[in-house]
């Protein structure tokens, strides 16, 4: 591990070439334990960048478009705003970052603990 | 009274010499009638007439028979139809008529075609990186906090929702049958759902000869959407002149569907031509199959994925490839054949009766993850994994206009007796289920040649398995026993945890297709005649959480 003045410096060099950095940081992410997919969108939903599939990509873009989670939020109470959005689904969780212009969505696959089958016995 | 006019008159004459106006009232005398004031006329004109004659040429004998001219009576009670008549004439006004013409200088043909849908290209939008860079690195760190602690989470465990209203009972919704068919006895060979989800056809012949026959069969069609569904007419009959053994709707034409005739024919019929169903045939030529068709499977052309050929297989050990070329006829592309001795030797077989080194081919399943590699269910009880993309030429000598291919690459152990169905499952790319004559459903793994688990469902026959197109753990499998099985591996992996009853007598159900579209409809045809199309209770139709996992893990657990 780079020690920190090195590390400052490898942080100073990204931000000499934004492009790198940002493929730097999707990578990061994709690491993380469990993580299917990750996308970024702008406030129209159209993707920018996206590490899953094109068809897998352009059904989780339609997510921002209709985001309305802004509105509920600031509505309710102008001093509150909306910061992270987190939705459990069936097969995995959703999270979405948001921003002024740009939307973080990353696909996670939560581990169960409990297993639910058994093996069979072989008639 | 004519004639005793005529009488009166003749003897009236011999007296009337030389009386002139005297024969009048003598004529009257004798037999008076009333004469109207034209008849009193015409009688002195005769009389005078007769009397003129009498004095004529000689003198006549005292009794002479003359003739005299007709006597008319005019009737009395019919009055003489007077009539008033007026003449009147009518004459439409003119006409005008004009000529014109005109011709249209310029002409232009358009002509318009719609394409399937490719993959849809999404646009790559203009970015700022640094925006991004800089958007990025204020959200990290927020993203990974969050994802470690979902990691940990046990917040939603074993937590689901329903969002339907769940179906607790498996339902009968249509019973459809062809009356004509069911009169000749033919049992249903085949049911296929079109690409829509909205029509069934089902493909009537017989299971059970072993005889060439020259049964007519039929296939059948209904249009389950349409209001005033009538289960004993369907939307569309074609006559075939041969039992039909398979059927394969489209993959997105809804309209043309593929069948094998017992005569080792595959035709290609198009439901929406009432008059004129049959599209392509393959004839009977030297490439055609010299054993009945058991399965026809659609394919999409390598290059042009929106085109398809037909895919044949058949006792006769030739798996056939076939394209639909002008003029309605099928033509061979490509073909297979499997010999004894061309085998892949990872499994001890049984030593084939000497003299047959073809393999009879029953069933036939693509993987849905590779689109070239396909398995096979033979009658030795041993499926097979092939490939299109085999290269070495089989050693057989029927003959073909295409060079035949070995196309088996590995052989798995095999049933008690002749597979008839290979299903793969949709969701993960090794698995695979066979069932054969002996009753049992083998789940094999591609990797290895034992089967991974192996259920015996049914003291009979089994006809066929299908897997769930929507839940990774659900099969369902056709018995001759007359019932439809369906299996939840999750709940239980040795007893059906549904087991639906067709037929009422134990004739045995022949041919099972689930709806990709409407995942709650499952069709099965059986011996006697009648396709019967049951509605799923929800469980069978919503994937729980996690299921493919847990498909994986079968996968794994049981091989080890």
Redesign the interface.
Known sequence: MPGPALSRVHGLF??LV??L??EE??E??QS????QGIM?A?TEG????STMD??T??RY?KLTCNLKARSTVHTSDPQNDF??L?I?S??N?I?V?P?K??F?I?I?N????????A????? | MLREAQGQRSRCSAPARGAGRGAVPMATRVRPWRLGPAGSAGAEKLATGGAASAEGPGRPGPLQDETLGVASVPSRWRDAQGFRGETKSCQTASVATADAASQARKRADAEVQTEAPGPGVLPAPRHDSARLAAFLRRVEATVVRELNRNWRSHAFDGFSVNWTEPQCTVTCLHTLGYPPAQGQGLHVTSVSWNTTGSVVACAYGRLDDGDWSTLKSFVCAWNLDRRGLSPRQPSAVVEVPSAVMCLAFHPTQPSHVAGGLYSGEVLVWDLSRPEDPLLWCTGLTDDTHTDPVYQVVWLPEPRHSHHFRVLSVATDGKVLLWQGVGAGQLQLTEGFALVVQQLPRNTKLKKPPRGETEVGTTAVAFSSFDPSLFVLGTEGGFPLKCSLAAEEAALTRMPSSVPLRAPAQFTFSPHGGPVYSVSCSPFHRNLFLSAGTDGHVHLYSMLQAQPLTSLRLSPKYLFAVRWSPVRPLVFAAASGEGDVQLFDLQKSSQKPTVSIKQTQDGSPVYCLEFNRQQTQLLAAGDAQGTVKVWQLSSEFTEQGPRETEDLEQLAEEVAT
Do not use: C, H
């Open positions: 990204l931000s934004p492009s950095e940002v940081t999707l990061r992410l993380q334990k469990g993580v970024v702008n159209i993707p920018i960048k094109d068809p990509t352009a873009a910061t992270f987190r459990r069936k097969k969780e999270m970052a921003d212009d740009y973080l990353v996670q939560p581990t169960e603990s409990a297993t639910l089958w093996p069979s016995v072989i008639t």
